[in-house]
C-alpha cells in the first residue's frame, strides 16, 4: 500500500500564487506516475496534471496549462503543484494521486490523500 498526505493548500487572492505539496509513503518503489486532480462543490473530481517519476514527463489539463507546473522530488517520494496567476475557478479541494502505470493522464490511480482546500478569493 501507499499513502499520500497533500499540505500547502490555503486562502489565496486571485492573480497570486499558492504551492502544494504531496508526501508518499509505503511500497513507493512501485509508484511510477503521481499526479493531482481537484473537486469543486458541486461537481465531479477533474484532472489536473500529472507526472512520471523516472523520466519526468509531464501533462496538463488544458484548463490549467501555462499556469501550474507539476514536479517531483523522488528522494523526497513527494510531488508539488505550483498555481501561478490563481483564478476563483481554482477554488477546490485538492487531490493527489498515483499509480504503478507509467502511462500520464486522468485514468486508472490507485492511491489517493485525503485532499487540502484551496481557495481563491477576487
Known amino acids: 500500500q501507499v499513502q499520500m498526505v497533500e499540505s500547502g493548500g490555503g486562502l489565496v487572492q486571485a492573480g497570486g500564487s499558492l504551492r502544494l505539496s504531496c508526501a508518499a509513503s509505503?511500497?513507493?518503489?512501485?509508484?511510477?506516475?503521481m499526479a493531482w486532480f481537484r473537486q469543486a462543490p458541486g461537481k465531479a473530481r477533474e484532472y489536473v496534471a500529472s507526472t512520471n517519476r523516472m523520466v519526468g514527463g509531464t501533462n496538463y489539463a488544458d484548463s490549467v496549462e501555462g499556469r501550474f507546473t507539476i514536479s517531483v522530488d523522488n528522494a523526497k517520494n513527494s510531488v508539488y503543484l505550483q498555481m501561478n496567476d490563481v483564478k476563483s475557478e481554482d477554488t477546490a479541494v485538492y487531490f493527489c494521486?498515483?499509480?504503478?502505470?507509467?502511462?500520464?493522464?486522468?485514468?486508472?490511480?490507485?492511491?489517493w490523500g485525503q485532499g487540502t482546500q484551496v481557495t481563491v478569493s477576487s
Open positions: 509505503g511500497r513507493t518503489g512501485n509508484v511510477f506516475t
Open positions: 494521486a498515483s499509480k504503478r502505470s507509467f502511462t500520464l493522464g486522468q485514468t486508472a490511480y490507485e492511491y
